[in-house]
């Protein structure tokens, strides 16, 4: 199956920056009991539920470096092999990051790169998805709060003047990764690499308004992969918003031969955005627009409003895709009230640890 492609990126504002020292994390360590394993990976939420071969010798490094006020990630390495799909190549197990502070992550910066640090190409990562076990997803509490995704273009998330995702010291955020290699070339060691500038919860800065990652799916609080059926054709489905608050602004998530993805809100009878995807020549996806709301101060929801997300395909290969498609509207959500929002923790489920096993939270 062709990568997805992620297309979110909201306000480009420059890094936070200073100087002083840099403070070193130890490695995570991968979880336990998955190396040299055949295993379904997490959830599937986002990776079709397929088994997959573990990549051996993957972990995650993170380095704080609190001078600049950035984490770095790095996932590896990974050894790819030219001209091997996702299904055949061995697959990072889940790694699981334990953030040291308490504050707010402001953006995420991510690329792909060598031993060395020279750029590898976007286009061997399929995907990659973080999720914070510690809390509950706003719209899905089935599922992990899905606080950042990306695919092959390497979509940056930009930061949002004001605002943050706000964590806590110990917060455990599960990055899944999936790799694949479709170029002639061989890469040796890549690495996954996430920069993701910071506020400090101490600092003596303003503090930042809490997004939450909102993630409305055709699919609605289930899998968001679906089959694709050849020619034209178009899924919606449904969440209720269950606080009041407001979207700043709204991208979407589509794959190869996605054409449309609508956002209402059927409550209100209003349209919150209407995206139209930039294909090729071939139909296969090049972009989905980013709508901003950051400047009316937000597309205001109410508790109880039910949201449609309707995503559009033309798929001309003739023939049904299975689990060819997905359609996601992605934004940030601010709660009028935040004194809600805490009661979204919830004690982590390790049930990802056991290998071999489907499940949905
Ligand atoms: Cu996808």
């Known amino acids: 199956m062709r990568n997805f492609k992620f297309s979110f990126a909201f306000?480009?504002?420059s890094l936070l920056a200073a100087g002083v020292a840099c403070a070193q994390e130890k490695p995570a360590e991968p979880k336990s009991g998955m190396e040299g394993m055949q295993h379904q990976h997490h959830g599937g939420f986002m990776q079709e539920g397929m088994h997959h071969a573990v990549a051996k010798g993957v972990t995650l490094?993170?380095?704080v470096d609190a001078a600049a006020h950035t984490v770095t990630l790095r996932v590896g390495p990974m050894n790819l092999p030219p001209?091997?799909?996702h299904m055949q190549m061995p697959q990072p197990a889940d790694q699981v990051w334990q953030v040291s502070f308490d504050g707010w992550l402001l953006a995420y910066h991510p690329r792909l790169v060598d031993a060395t640090g020279n750029p590898v190409p976007g286009a061997v990562l399929h995907?990659?998805?973080f999720w914070n076990e510690n809390r509950s997803d706003f719209l899905c509490p089935n599922k992990e709060e899905?606080?950042?995704?990306?695919?092959?273009?390497?979509?940056?998330w930009a930061e949002v003047p004001g605002y943050g995702y706000r964590v806590q010291k110990d917060d455990q955020i599960r990055i899944e990764t999936m790799v694949y290699n479709p170029t002639a070339t061989s890469?040796?060691?890549?690495?996954?690499?996430?920069?993701?500038p910071y506020q400090g919860a101490a600092e003596n800065t303003p503090p930042r308004k809490n997004v939450y990652p909102a993630w409305m799916d055709v699919k609605a609080c289930g899998n968001s992969s679906y089959d694709v059926p050849a020619g034209k054709s178009e899924k919606s489905g449904t969440v209720t918003v269950k606080y009041d608050g407001v979207l700043l602004g709204v991208g979407g998530h589509l794959h190869d031969y996605g054409r449309q993805i609508v956002l209402q809100d059927i409550s209100r009878k209003e349209t919150v955005a209407t995206l139209d995807a930039q294909v090729n020549e071939k139909g296969q996806l090049e972009s989905v627009p980013v709508k901003l709301f950051v400047q009316e101060g937000g597309f205001?929801?109410?508790?109880?409003?039910v949201l449609k997300t309707s995503a559009t395909y033309d798929n001309p290969t003739g023939k049904l895709l299975h689990n060819g498609a997905m359609g996601i509207a992605v934004g940030y959500f601010v709660p009028t009230d935040d004194s809600k929002m805490p009661a979204l923790r919830r004690k982590i489920v390790h049930i990802h640890e056991m290998a071999g096993k489907s499940h949905d939270h």
């Open 11 to 13: 306000l480009a504002m």
């Open 187 to 196: 890469y040796d060691k890549a690495y996954l690499e996430v920069v993701i």
């Open 83 to 85: 001209h091997t799909g």
């Open 146 to 156: 899905h606080i950042f995704g990306a695919g092959s273009e390497m979509t940056d």
């Open 300 to 305: 205001t929801f109410s508790a109880g409003d």
């Open 61 to 63: 490094d993170a380095k």
């Open 127 to 129: 995907h990659t998805a």
